[in-house]
């Protein structure tokens, strides 16, 4: 079966960095296009940056653009997301998702074919 595993969440201070990782298995990964979204307490599930099929095309979220980069390993069936600059308000669970050859629907949710699991992410001021 299809599986999404996230890593490398954790506790950071305002300013630091952390690289999320999510490792997919089950699927012909050269064939998603992956996104990240992340829900905090109390609010919908968000997008924050989505990368093509094989990486030329990647976009984001205005509110981590500048401070996020997504990039994904075909050979290791794996996207990450590094995060600079954090920020208190990015504060959240962090979700990858697999989208079967991408669409134009990028930032919606219900776009996305298959999960992981999520990984806490939370910054201190």
């Known amino acids: 079966q299809v599986q999404l595993v996230e890593s490398g969440g954790g506790l950071v201070q305002a300013g630091g960095s952390l690289r999320l990782s999510c490792t997919a298995s089950g699927l012909s990964f050269n064939n998603y296009a992956m996104g990240w979204f992340r829900q905090a307490p109390g609010k919908e599930r968000e997008f924050v940056a989505a990368?093509?099929?094989?990486?030329?095309?990647?976009f984001y979220d205005d509110s981590v653009k500048g401070r996020f980069t997504i990039s994904r390993d075909n050979t290791k069936n794996t996207v990450y997301l590094q995060m600079n600059s954090l920020k208190p308000e990015d504060t959240a669970v962090y979700f990858c998702a697999a989208d079967y050859y991408g669409s134009s629907e990028y930032k919606q949710v219900k776009s996305y074919d298959y999960w992981g699991q999520g990984t806490q992410v939370s910054v201190s001021s």
């Open positions: 990368i093509s099929l094989r990486g030329s095309n990647t």
